[in-house]
């Protein structure tokens, strides 16, 4: 009893006094472990936030849908407008055989007050089938009646973002908004829609029938930003898709504008994944082998140095699997002190750097499970060898290292 109680004590004093000794090659190994895992949950954060940006994509874009976007012309071009569509090309693509509604996007940043309150946001033109279309649906209020497209009644429905930050919790409906010079009644308020991957939101908006937008906030309107098409029921997606390319290479080149499909979406994940995983990774593996490497060299140099220490405990009843045993707890000791640092430097890299990506900050759960996976087997294995050749020292010749 004595001997188990003494053997379970110089278990622990060793393991403790192992960390402690060789502290420069240690912390080395630590590194090592450190940067290897901060890679692997970086990528696993990372790969988990573009999945949820693509989800949120293809959400917005609607089931069935086709979204033509305003590229930016090629790079020899003198003048690269922003806005490179017009309603010539709306009229084309409405047309398309399968196409059964569409909407063009046309919208201006401008100064938004009520109340005191002021900041800059969107206004956004509606035609008749906008709000169909691009999937609005409301929280609050009404929509616009028929009738309302065309004239000019001076009425508008906000996004909640917007509404929050003018009205506070209080109902915007029959209230007042100053859109530029132009004062608007507030009718409806749609509910939330997000925010795009830009990390610009949907909700920070005011929309506003089509007739009085060009009369009061843009007169001047010639070109759109986006066009969305709906298909019929048991439309041919592909085709109408390829449609859509040839109708618009007729008066474009294919740099002044973007179909977006799903499709197209889920092909740039792919890609923007793997290139992610391949460089993190190939970082994280290149951390984890070098700080294994490391680990497995000083671990076999404190062999040599503790030959004197496994003797004592070998002679004091310790079993060579005992001696197995602790170097292995040191490994491991080492391993989930890296798992930790290296969890917490991935995180923070996730905090700081996504954004900065477009992507979704996200924290996956799983990422530390891998973590500590990775980092124990990388301690584990490096040390296994090492760890063989203590368990074998002849007790004799151990105890005879320090005469």
Not at 209 to 224: S, V
Not at 237 to 261: A, G, N, P
Request: charged share 20%; proline share 4%; aromatic share 10%.
């Amino acid at each position: 009893m004595a001997a188990s109680l003494l053997n379970k004590n110089l278990f622990l004093v060793s393991v403790v006094k192992a960390l402690r000794q060789n502290p420069a090659r240690s912390l080395f190994a630590l590194g090592g472990i450190s940067m290897g895992i901060a890679s692997l949950v970086f990528i696993v954060a990372a790969i988990e936030g573009s999945n949820q940006n693509a989800h949120n994509i293809i959400k917005l874009l609607g089931p069935n849908s086709i979204f033509v976007r305003s590229g930016f012309g090629d790079k020899s071009r003198v003048r690269r407008l922003t806005y490179r569509l017009d309603l010539q090309d709306f009229r084309n693509l409405k047309r398309i055989y399968g196409v059964s509604s569409a909407a063009f996007l046309m919208l201006k940043q401008r100064r938004i007050s009520a109340g005191g309150q002021a900041r800059n946001a969107y206004a956004v033109s509606a035609t008749r089938d906008f709000l169909q279309v691009f999937d609005y649906e409301l929280q609050r209020g009404r929509f616009f009646e028929p009738e309302e497209y065309s004239s000019f009644p001076k009425i508008c429905i906000i996004g909640t973002e917007l509404s929050r930050f003018l009205f506070g919790n209080k109902n915007p409906v029959g209230k007042k908004v100053q859109v530029s010079r132009t004062t608007l009644t507030i009718v409806g308020v749609f509910a939330p829609k997000g925010k795009l991957p830009s990390g610009k939101s949907l909700d920070d908006r005011v929309v506003i029938p089509i007739k009085t937008y060009r009369k009061f906030i843009e007169p001047e309107y010639r070109r759109l930003f986006a066009v969305k098409l709906k298909l019929e029921p048991g439309a041919d997606y592909d085709h109408v898709v390829s449609m859509v390319r040839q109708v618009m290479l007729e008066r474009h080149k294919k740099d002044d504008f973007v179909v977006v499909t799903p499709e197209t979406v889920r092909k740039f994940l792919n890609i923007f994944n793997w290139t992610l995983s391949l460089y993190l990774g190939l970082a994280s593996l290149i951390a984890l082998f070098i700080s294994g490497f490391v680990m497995s060299n000083i671990f076999s140099i404190n062999v040599k140095v503790r030959a004197w220490e496994i003797g004592i405990r070998r002679a004091l009843g310790a079993t060579r699997q005992a001696i197995l045993y602790q170097f292995m707890a040191e490994a491991l000791a080492i391993s989930v002190m890296g798992a930790a640092l290296g969890s917490l430097a991935g995180f923070m890299a996730v905090h700081w750097i996504t954004p900065l990506l477009k992507i979704p900050t996200v924290y996956p759960a799983k990422s530390l499970f891998l973590a500590i996976c990775f980092s124990a087997a990388t301690g584990l294995l490096s040390v296994l060898m090492p760890a063989r050749t203590a368990a074998r020292l002849n007790t004799v010749h151990a105890l005879k290292s320090r005469l």
